[in-house]
Each structure stands twice: as C-alpha cells, then as structure tokens.
C-alpha cells in the first residue's frame, strides 16, 4: 500500500538541496537561449498574502518549465522598499522605517521560501538600500545632464496639518487620509521628467508589443491621449485676450462661456483688486488637483465681469469666469464651455444659468435648445453653426482650423493628455535627490563621486512634515561649483522611479555603475511580466520611458522593457466593518469612517459577526481584492503548514483563469491537497515492470497531454494545464498494468513538476532517478501519437440524435452504415422496417431516414 506525501517533510528537504546548489541561479556566460521571467516585485509591508502566493506562483510555474524546456531562465525577486506606508509606521509605532522595512523583508523572503519558488536570490535587491539607490541616482544625473529633468512650480494636494504633500489617493472628500484636515491646493517647486518628449514614442511602440492586452494598450493610449486641436485667441472687453485650446473646435458656434484657472493671470490680476475674486480663488485651492478629482466635484465659478469676443462674431460675447475645474497645469489654463456637448460644461451652464445650444444633431433632433441634464457627447451631423452645417464632426473640426489658420488667429496642433512626471516627494523614506541647491550657482548636480547621497538615520517623526527639512546636518553642505554655503534638497524621489529600471539591476550588477550594458542587453527585455492590472498605467508607462530614455542617452540599446506581459487576476474575499466617527482636525467637524478588522479580530455571532475586543456587530462586506489596508488577507503561512507549498500553489492555479479573480476558499485548498495525495499515491504504486503490454489509448492521452500543457503553460492558462493532468491521471487509474502505465506515471512527475515541485522531486529520487527533476527535460512529443485514429459519429434518425459510434477513422462509408444499422438502439426504432434512405457523412455523421 502507498504511502502518504509528508508535504512538510519534502517541502523543507528539497527546498534546502535547491538552495545548497543555487540551482536556480542564473548563469551570465550560457550558450543556452535565454528567457527572462519577472513578477512585478512587492512592497515589504508586513506579510504576504494569498494575491501574492498566486502572483508568483504562475511566474514560477513559467521559468520552471521554460528551464526543462533547454532555455537559461532569469527568475530574481527583490523589494520595492521605499515609500509612505514605512513613514506612517515609524510614526504610529515609534520606530525606523529602515528597521520596520528590513525587518518585512526578513518575514516575507522566509514566506516566499517556504513556498518553493525557483528564485535566484543572489540577485535579491531592495530600493532601499545605497547599493541600490545610489546607482538610481546616478542614472538621474545623465538625465540631468542630457535636459531630461527640470524643476519649476505646481500645484500640489498639501495637508496644513501634516505639513506634507498628499497623494490624490491620499486625499478623501476633500480631507487628508490621516489628519482629517482640509486639503489645500499649494504651488511647490518640484522635479520633473519630460515624458512628454517621448509621447510620439511611447504611443507608436504600443503597435508593436503584439504580446500585451489590448486592454493595457488602450489604458496606455488613453492616458497618452494624443490628439489634434485648436489653439486660439479671444479677444477680451479690457482690451486683453486670452488664449485656448480645444479638440473639439467643431462646436464652436455653441459656445457659452470661457473659464480659466484660479492660477491665470487673469484671475491673479483680479484677485489683488477684487475680495470676492481672492476668497474664490481660496476656496478653489481647497479643492482637487487632477482632472479626475475636478469630474467628480461641484462645478462652481466667478463671474469676472470681463467678456470674450466670438472669433467669427465679435458682437457676440462671452462671460468669462474663473472656474473651480480648470487646471492651469492642463492645456493653457484657460477653455470654452460647449455645455451641450461636455457633461462638465452642461453641470456649470446649469448652475449659472448660461445658454445651452445644440451644434451636433442626436439622431433627428436638430432643435437648437438643448434640454435635459445629460450632454449629447456622440458623434453626428453639425447643425445650427452657419458655414459648418451638414458637415460630420472630422470634417467640421478641418474646416474650423483651416478658417483660424487662413484668418491669422489660431493655429492647428497635436497636444498629448499625457504631462511630465513630476518625481519630488517631501517625505524621508526615499531616495534622496542628488542635487544642492547654492544662492549663486543655482540648482547643481552632486558629483557622481560624491554617490551615494545615503539618507541620515537619526531622524525623528514626532513632528510632522519631511524630517531631512529638519535635520541639523544634513542638508547643509558645500555647493560643488563655487564652494561656498549650500543646501542639499530634501525632496525624495517618487518610488515608481526605483520601479522604472529595477528589471535592469536584476539583469546586470556591477558594483561600480547601475548595469553593465553588453550584460543587460543579453537578458533584456523581460520576456514574461506578470503583475496586477492596476499598474497597467503608470508603472508600465515610466519603466517604459526609463528606458527610452536611457536608449536616448547611449545607456542601452533596448526601447521595450517587457516583451510579453500578463496581467492575473486578484485573490478576492470578504471584508468585515464596523463604522467609527472620529473628530476631525478642526475640533468642530466630526467623520465617520470603516474601521476595518481582520478575521482575527471577529468571532461568529449567530448569523453574524462582531468584533471580539468590543462586542460590537460587524457588517460583512463585499468580496473584494486582498489588501492590507482593508485587513482582508489570508496568510499563507498557516495554509502552508497544514496543507504544504504544492496543495498551496495548485490551488492558486487550478480554480479559475489566470485572468480572472479567484474567491479564497478554504474547501477550494483541500481539494487541491486530496489530489496531491492522490499524484503520491500513483507515484508510490506498484509497477507492471520492464516487457508489460502497451496500452495504446493511454500512449496516445499522454503524448496529447505533453503537447497540450507545454501550450497552456506557455499561454499562461494554468487552469487548462491543471484540468489536462487531472484528466490523465484519471486515464492512468482507470487503466490496467502495463508497460504504457508505466510509462505514463514516470512523466506525470515531469508534467506536475513545474506546479508541485516539492511532490515531484520527492517521486523523481523515490523512483531512483539521478539528479534533480527541476533539472529534467521536459518530456519528448510523439507527433504520430497526436494524430486521432478514432472518431466519433452522431446516428440520427429523421435528423433526431438516437446514437454515437466510435469507429477507425477514415472507415469505408457502407462499413459505418453498417454498423449504424446494426446498433441495438437503432435496431429498435426501425422495428424491422427497412430505412427509406442512409445518409453517411465521412467521419462525422450518419442520418437514416425511416
């Protein structure tokens, strides 16, 4: 009788032989073809969780198979180590950001070691450390060197209370995330890259990355956005005029008003007269600071009591209002309102009591006043707009361009939605910028000599704002240029810039520059990046100008960083809440927020839940993706001690698409465990022996399975890789001793090895073979055995499916008629009686008509 698979045992053991034979380091100098297969890296925040475990294991399960196909696999893991949650930490905790981030990674490598991952740690990297950072830096300084980085002001979300600049997911309903406090629009003087040099690029190269999603793509060329425009003039009732571009200059008989920005000129110039103008432009700054957060506020405006001159009317004129939803940082600062046909506009028509007129027929509907809330964005015919009436809205938009062009007061252009990266960060836990800051010589690179500028670690977070801004020390040094008195900069760099190029340092590293070039270029680009399709936008979109702009340069000659990219889908599950009201930073406003518990911090009620500490009821959320922030992760570590790395992982493949959200499941799990013991059980059975009968059906479901997982793998559908084995193994229980059942088992280790590493390699030195099964070719095809040799053939009588015939393929057509006759069902249904007439179509069907 077989054994049970002591998972734990096997986990432990076979993960030390990989590690003692660095089996999965990667080797530079291989003849062998290369394959580079990368997940994106995690932030070390504490634990992983199950969404990680699944991540990673079909990165895995990928360079596993790509290594027993023949090909030197790249599989490095490292840690995007800097960022906000660390500061928070240190404040909440009293501790140092570099300790509690050191001490995660120390929690989640042992974590990601348990699970038997084929990794190559000895390229393991952490953003946080110089070693890493100051080669960050000195790539920022060829930028700088090369204008791709400048500094100048904008806005910016401050928190008055923190005294710290806010992410725009930091900030809710208008308060900071942490404080409460009212969010205030501030103009800091920031770094930037210009991205926006690359636009043309950075779009066209989407064409030709044939093995992302088109889903992605579109995500990408969305937030590039390049379109064609207008940019003109109006000319104002003081005499002054202002400029603004549009791309939709085809509606321009249905203007309604023009609004500028709190930041324009125009504004500023009205504001150092007018109260009423400065206490709007006050309260604008409270709001928002990116388009998306402007789409969602109330539309409010200052009527500025200056008027605008309609280009092909000047009689006709338009209010001109400063305007909460206009950026000075988009386009010009400045934009006419079509409120029939911009749901923005429309909201602020509405509001202001400002005409609506129709220049784009709806279907039929021509009418020239527009009714209803809900603007016409569609396409359709110009209407109600003179010299542009019965054009479609392409041709309308040549025609108006043309007219502004030949007229002199407007010029057709290509703008781009996309902006430059702004890059400066005022908080600590980030690599420092490594420029000085002199009264003389103005803003001057440290000397790459003079790298790593390494952060100070005796700093203190128990008085808000940036503690480099404080720190008695540091920042006062000596200006490079002239020698005299300096300040270092105390801003940091935005952490999607340690994620740009840490795919590069995995590749090549060189302790005296960031990457060895010849060495980089044999490995890149990444052939396989696997990840959350949340970073679909902007991680993808500045790795790929990181490396634009070190091919720009001369750094590189790569364009592209990844090649193939998949996007899985999330670990989901439940989430658990009760409301908590806190008062808010002015001591007056009170909030009420989720105070988010884990399931530890619940116990069963009845039909319910309540939270243990309090007693109070838990509302039970919906199903959502594992975040640590809403406390609903699942550990792995208890799962992997009970159950062990291999039932771990097989879950994570075989329930769902890789596509797609996988619900956490607990019974999910221990399906996954009965059918590892069930793989042991067929590994540690008894054999036929050599000189047994051939079992040709289950030599030919084999050969089909071998070429069938190796392309559900390479295609990333885990789930169809994972139903095929469970197919043949069922094949290999039904049949009957052989030499073919033998066989079959003796390359299901092979077949399983890439999924439950730990299961095959246990059967592979059980069964006497020599060295490692990670180290096994991935099983031959033979292509003869691909080929079906029996079919399957519908009988119908007078065109009913009565039934199916398995016979030879290609069998001589009276031969199944025969046999169709001679079938006991149809037997019956004719009673006797002679067919009128047998249809036989080759292969597939036969049709009596009785």
Request: hydrophobic share 40%; net charge negative; charged share 25%.
């Amino acid at each position: 009788m077989a054994s049970r698979f002591n998972a734990l045992k096997a986990d432990a053991a076979w993960q030390k032989v990989w590690d003692d034979r660095a089996t999965f380091a990667a080797d530079d100098t291989s003849t062998k073809p290369r394959s580079y297969v990368l997940e994106m890296f995690p932030y070390p925040s504490g634990k992983i969780h199950m969404g990680h475990v699944r991540n990673y294991t079909m990165g895995d399960v990928l360079a596993r198979y790509r290594r027993m196909t023949g090909m030197e696999v790249l599989h490095p893991m490292g840690w995007d180590a800097f960022g906000m949650p660390a500061e928070n930490a240190a404040m909440e905790k009293h501790v140092h950001p570099g300790g509690w981030t050191r001490d995660n990674i120390a929690t989640m490598k042992a974590q990601l070691k348990r699970l038997g991952f084929a990794l190559d740690w000895s390229r393991e990297l952490a953003t946080c450390e110089p070693e890493y950072y100051g080669h960050e830096q000195a790539l920022f300084l060829d930028l700088f060197a090369a204008g791709l980085v400048y500094r100048k002001e904008s806005s910016v979300n401050w928190d008055p209370v923190d005294m710290t600049v806010l992410a725009n997911e930091q900030v809710i309903d208008g308060r900071g995330w942490r404080s409460g406090a009212l969010v205030e629009r501030r103009k800091l003087s920031q770094w930037f890259l210009k991205i926006t040099d690359f636009a043309d690029e950075l779009l066209e190269g989407l064409d030709g990355l044939e093995h992302w999603p088109d889903k992605v793509k579109l995500m990408q060329e969305n937030w590039i956005g390049r379109s064609q425009g207008l940019q003109f003039r109006f000319k104002l009732s003081d005499g002054g005029a202002v400029e603004v571009f549009t791309t939709r200059p085809d509606t321009i008989f249905g203007a309604s008003f023009v609004a500028v920005a709190a930041d324009h000129p125009i504004a500023q110039a009205l504001a150092a007269e007018n109260p009423a103008a400065a206490e709007f432009i006050a309260l604008c700054k409270r709001g928002g600071t990116t388009a998306a957060e402007l789409d969602t506020q109330e539309k409010l405006g200052f009527d500025t009591g200056i008027t605008a001159a309609h280009p092909f009317d000047p009689a006709w004129q338009l209010p001109v209002y400063i305007a909460n939803f206009v950026l000075m940082e988009y386009g010009t600062g400045a934009v006419f309102g079509v409120p029939a046909h911009d749901q923005r506009d429309l909201d602020f028509a509405r509001k202001y009591d400002l005409p609506v007129r129709r220049v784009v027929s709806d279907g039929d509907v021509t009418d020239p006043v527009f009714e209803g809330n809900e603007a016409a964005t569609g396409p359709g015919t110009l209407v109600n707009s003179h010299f542009l009436d019965g054009m479609d809205v392409e041709d309308a938009k040549r025609t108006v361009i043309a007219r502004a062009e030949g007229e002199g007061w407007g010029t057709g252009s290509t703008v781009f939605r996309l902006r430059d990266w702004g890059v400066s960060r005022q908080r600590y836990w980030g690599t420092p910028i490594p420029i000085i800051h002199c009264d003389a010589c103005g803003a001057v690179a440290v000397p790459k000599d003079q790298l790593p500028v390494v952060l100070p670690e005796d700093v203190s977070f128990d008085i808000p704002g940036n503690p480099l801004d404080r720190h008695p020390t540091w920042k006062h040094v000596a200006c490079p240029s002239c020698g005299g008195q300096a300040r270092r900069e105390t801003d940091t760099l935005d952490t999607f810039v340690d994620s740009s190029w840490y795919f590069i340092r995995f590749a090549s590293q060189p302790k005296d520059k960031p990457f060895d070039r010849a060495v980089a270029e044999q490995w890149l680009p990444v052939a396989q990046y696997i990840g959350g399709v949340e970073h679909a936008i902007l991680h993808l979109l500045y790795a790929r100008f990181w490396t634009r702009a070190l091919k720009h340069i001369g750094l590189l000659d790569v364009a592209e960083p990844f090649a193939g990219l998949f996007t899985q889908g999330m670990v989901t599950h439940e989430t658990y809440s009760r409301q908590i009201t806190e008062l808010g930073s002015d001591g007056v406003d009170s909030i009420t927020k989720p105070l988010w518990l884990s399931l530890d911090d619940i116990v069963r009620n009845g039909d319910g839940w309540t939270e243990k500490a309090t007693g109070e009821a838990v509302t039970v959320g919906r199903v959502e993706k594992m975040s640590k922030s809403k406390k609903n992760t699942v550990d792995p570590t208890g799962i992997v001690d009970q159950y062990g790395a291999d039932a771990t992982r097989w879950f994570m493949l075989s329930d769902s698409p890789s596509e797609r959200d996988l619900p956490w499941s607990e019974s999910g799990i221990e399906g996954s465990w009965r059918f590892i013991q069930r793989l042991w059980r067929l590994f540690d059975g008894e054999r036929a022996g050599e000189g047994g009968s051939k079992n040709a059906a289950l030599d030919r479901k084999l050969h089909q399975s071998i070429a069938g997982i190796a392309l559900d793998i390479e295609a990333l559908s885990f789930n169809k890789a994972v139903a095929k084995l469970y197919e043949l193994t069922a094949a290999i229980e039904r049949a009957e001793p052989s030499a073919s059942r033998d066989a079959a088992i003796a390359t299901l280790m092979r077949l399983v090895a890439p999924m439950a590493p730990h299961l095959a390699e246990e059967a592979w030195a059980a069964a006497g073979n020599q060295g490692l099964i990670a180290d096994a070719p991935w099983p031959k095809v033979d292509a003869a055995l691909l080929v079906e040799d029996e079919v399957t053939i519908a009988v119908q009588v007078n065109g009913k499916l009565r039934d199916t015939l398995t016979l030879p393929k290609g069998h001589p057509s009276d031969a199944v008629e025969a046999a169709a006759l001679a079938s006991d069902k149809i037997v019956r249904i004719l009673e006797g009686k002679a067919p009128r007439k047998v249809i036989v179509v080759p292969d597939r069907l036969v049709n009596i008509v009785a």
